[in-house]
């Protein structure tokens, strides 16, 4: 959660006033979204959320995740959708920020999310997968197995007395990958941050996706390597391989899995949990006091590895 | 703003049975207020503020403060209405804290009020005011003068190193306030918190008070001298004497105040001043950085207290 930048009202009504919004009713900073300033924006016309962001989003990649949102909204995926202006913009600045509206989605993150949860968010990764099968535009995952090292080398000299032991593990791994990722995988548009944060229930369903800013065009297995990591361990650490089947299954009902997608995914779920741990343990060290978020535990993705390191074969994971 | 307490959601769903609102739509942590935490709620009833009480707020002073909601908005002051569950009660339990369930109130608040919101403030203050002369409750503030020296005693050994001379200034004042602090001016209901952030302002007209967890039984002039010193101030720390005319013009309008009230201001103000001195302090010092928070300044409210303590004459303030 964050909210970075403060708006004040007359730089919001002005704001606005490019908008055919009427008038604004309520304003307030909410607590989503780790990377950019979220606030719940209520005008005549609707609820919005207004997104400000912050500096780790690359200003350039905003015309794509602005385009990836549209296009989803379009074919009936249910997220986020960028509101234009009254000159038909979609991204504009507010407080020295790039910032975009975009619409209020109802629905509630779950925390702890149940098998049946796993199965939806399964089905719906896939049916976002093939509904994105015809979107242009392409964005090279910018967290991908090539920034590792180089993410891994902005942590390297602080990591050991905070993490002992933590380095091996990654100096380890990061030699290891450089054999072993899996490439030549079906392709497309991918989410790439499905966290529980990112997808909401209403009523026994998944009723849409949030926070597209990590969105690229990669391997779409990994887009479920991600989400095994995120969904489908117990808060104790360990693999629960029923959550683990209902993901696949709740896919596969949608999208079929291709053989080599199948003998790719301990890999991917490996590179997943390593892309996790190496940006988790930089946002640990080089936490910022003045931002109001609790930096995520690195150790809990070190652990996932670990689990990864161990288990080779796509039926352990319960494909 | 602060968000403490993580709600999962079939708590808050088990939690909004008791309630006939129907079924949750939105639930999310908003950055509005600094004692509690407050969630935006959104039901097929319609939109709320869903407060968790952390542990500053006294569980005892909860029904003061729910009656207090219930009294003004029954006599048509804008405030958030408590909403009772389906057995009347409008005092809960949720995650192990105290709850309230409050109607959502449109608005904006203002960071940098103008001339004209002074007025509108002390207009509304007045009829605040006004509105309570029924109010059977009583609260003592907690907060009075007679707490200040044992607030200061839990700040005193770490405050000289944090703010060189800060101490001298204190305990000088300390002293002073012993003798000269005004008593028998006329008491009720007072906000007891009234800055910019808990008043919003909807089409130049005030639109609704929040935050209602200071009320208490006080000088009825006091709400006036705090609001002075957070609402006529510039961020360069200059009293701007034509916002405090507004202040007090805007109030006298609608109820005038007596020449006991007018000759303690400059007291009062310096006692305003004091009180969120040493608060501010003690939240500096005692800062929890799991709090989603940054501490105000302490220095600012020192600023004003050396303000006042060289104008002691209404006219200085403008009255």
Known sequence: MAVYTDVAADELEDFLGRYELGKVLSFKGIAEGVENSNYYLHTQAGTYILTLFEKRVAEADLPFFVATMEHLAARGISCPR???????RMLARLAGRPAVIVSFLDGLSIRRPTTEHCRLLGAGMARMHLAAADFPLRRANALGPASWKGLY???AAKAESAFPG????????LASLDRAFPEAL???LIHADLFPDNVFFLDGALSG???FYFACTDALAYDLAIALNA???EP??????????????????ERPLAPVEIEAMPKLARGAALRFLLTRLHDWLH???RAFVTPKDPLEYAQKLRFHRASTRPGELGL
Chains 1, 2 share one sequence.
């Open 209 to 211: 996706f949030i926070d």
């Open 231 to 233: 969904w489908c361990f």
């Open 186 to 188: 079906p392709q497309g």
């Open 82 to 88: 960028p509101v234009a202006d009254t000159q038909g």
């Open 287 to 289: 936490h910022d006091a």
């Open 166 to 173: 933590l380095p091996a593990l990654i100096g380890d791994e």
């Open 153 to 155: 080398a902005g942590s």
């Open 236 to 253: 104790d650490g360990m693999f629960n391989v029923t959550k683990a089947r209902a993901l696949f299954s709740g896919y596969r009902a």
